[in-house]
């Protein structure tokens, strides 16, 4: 009797021994940074522009990640999250489903489901398609009603940046219109903070909240880095604060997306796109202070969705030269020269191209006089002859369809899309495209598992590398269809 007792007890100290190493085995914190439309000429020239080394290019673990769709070789930001957030393929416009329309757990729904604190970052809408993939699942990513009602019914605790696309449904994309979102959210037990001082002083314990940046430049979204003022709140104030308002024993999950690389490389303004990936280089240097102090509990992830623009570190006007510092001379991002500049011109029934030229040299640095041989801002006639082009039809507008103009514009306004074009192209910086790229992309890690990260691998498989690092069988979870989200138990 007394042997098999003891056999009981041994028995019962291994499987405890197993269990604690289990438990220990797991990752406690969690970012995972994402660059949208960010790929290695993003990255490289932020490092040129700055002469310095980029945090998220200096960590250890070191991969490329291809990002094709399930159903395009190209994919789209919306199917890209889906496979970064829940390892599988979809289709083109599609969030948190598979093609066939059944939903799929996310990682940050694991997290949550594990104990453990979630909070989703962008400096774009908090319903656009990249956060939205880690919380969201539905059809059509233009579906923003839908999505903003199941932030509320995420529980997730923490979501901060950009506004809301259509919380009063006015789009009428939503399956059933339940009241403004907004209210709907209130009603979850979420504030919604719109002051940067009442952000500031948000501390643990105060409960779940959505942070919205006080100024929405475009489309709900955060302004641009290089047009930020220290009334906005930037991705790395928002980390720091997800970081103190989430920390505590089971741990957290922190995804911050950088948002508007990718609209600044839809538009081939490389100055505006660089800036942005220098703001989500400084969210990671805020998670690297804290891996610092949690060495063998964290885990950093850093990695893309996809390329946009298709820019290239070489133009063929410079040779082999390139000349980033004169980059420097621009001061404000395409968007806020359209909106406070362009769009007055066009106020002006008298305006000439003599009286834009001041405007271009004071925002971008552009010269009309000179030698271009020994300065070069200073422009060549032909690029003048280009501006001249551009500013007439930016007064009289044009058809956006017509395909020529297309591949000259890209749909964007002719005056500002021709300057970024010369100021990059002088600096030795090309592109190729107003949209995505399907060149894999860069993925960088520290901390625990960061090892997992190495090599060369689908975008799928950093959710699944994400799941091992948590304790959970790296697969597809599926979401019951009968049962909300948010009540699933973890299948672990």
């Known amino acids: 009797m007394m042997a098999r007792l003891k056999q009981v007890v041994l028995f019962s100290f291994i499987c405890i021994l197993v269990l604690a190493s289990v438990a220990q085995a797991r990752v406690k914190y ?7 439309g960010t790929a290695l000429p993003q990255r490289i020239a932020a490092e040129k522009f700055q002469n310095q080394k980029l945090l998220m290019d200096s960590l250890p673990a070191a991969g490329m990640t291809t990002t094709y769709a399930a159903n395009r070789f190209i994919t789209g930001s919306a199917a890209a999250a889906t496979a970064l957030a829940s390892g599988v393929k979809t289709n083109i416009g599609m969030i948190g489903i598979t093609p066939d329309g059944r939903r799929v757990k996310t990682v940050a729904e694991m997290a949550r489901d594990k104990g453990m604190k979630v909070g989703i970052i962008s400096s774009v809408s908090i319903d656009h398609a990249t956060p939205a993939g880690f919380y969201a699942h539905v059809k059509k990513r233009s579906q923003y009603y ?5 932030l509320a019914e995420s529980n997730f605790d923490f979501f901060g940046g950009g506004g809301l696309k259509d919380p009063t449904n006015k789009k009428h994309n939503s399956v059933a219109y339940e009241g403004d979102a907004r209210e709907i959210i209130k009603k979850a037990g979420y504030r919604i903070i719109r002051n940067k001082d009442e ?12 942070v919205i940046n006080p100024w929405l430049q475009d489309s709900a979204a955060e302004p641009y880095s290089i ?13 720091s604060k997800a970081i103190e308002m989430l920390d505590n024993p089971k741990g957290f999950f922190i995804m911050v997306e950088g948002g508007k690389i990718d609209w600044a490389c839809h538009a081939n303004d490389g100055v505006s796109a660089i800036k942005d990936v220098l703001a989500l280089d400084d969210a990671v240097k805020v998670a690297y202070e804290f891996y610092k102090k949690h060495p063998k509990e964290t885990l950093i992830i850093t990695t893309g969705d996809h390329e946009t623009g298709g820019m290239t570190l070489g133009f063929a006007g410079t040779k082999y030269g390139t000349y980033f510092n004169i980059l420097k001379n621009q001061d404000m991002s395409f968007k806020r020269f359209e909106h406070d500049v362009v769009k007055k011109l066009k106020e002006r029934k008298d305006i000439t191209f003599e009286d834009v030229k001041p405007l271009i040299t004071t925002h971008f640095g552009l010269k009309f006089e000179g030698d271009p041989a020994s300065d070069p801002l200073v422009l060549k006639p032909f690029e003048v002859v280009e501006l001249v082009k551009a500013f ?9 369809h017509d395909p020529q103009m297309y591949l000259l514009y890209g749909g964007y306004d002719p005056l500002t899309v021709t300057i970024t074009h010369i100021l990059n192209n002088k600096a030795g910086m090309g592109w190729t ?9 860069p993925t960088t890690a520290v901390g625990k598992y960061a090892e997992l990260f190495n090599g060369y691998y689908d975008n799928t498989d950093i959710a699944k590398k994400i799941m091992r690092a948590m304790g959970i069988t790296p697969k597809v979870y599926f979401v019951q269809e009968n049962e909300p989200v948010q009540k699933i138990a973890a299948n672990f």
């Not at 969690?30 to 949208?36: E, K, L, N, S, W």
């Not at 007439?392 to 956006?400: E, F, L, V």
């Not at 495209?433 to 894999?440: F, I, M």
Request: proline share 2%.
């Open 433 to 441: 495209s107003y949209k995505h790229t399907a060149v894999p992309v």
């Open 146 to 150: 839908d999505i903003e009602v199941q």
């Open 199 to 210: 952000f500031l002083n948000l501390k643990k314990g105060d409960g779940k909240v959505v």
């Open 30 to 36: 969690i970012f995972y940074f994402i660059g949208d």
């Open 392 to 400: 007439a039809t930016s007064m009289k507008g044009y058809d956006k």
């Open 227 to 239: 047009d930020q003022t220290t009334a906005d709140i930037s991705l790395a104030e928002l980390t």
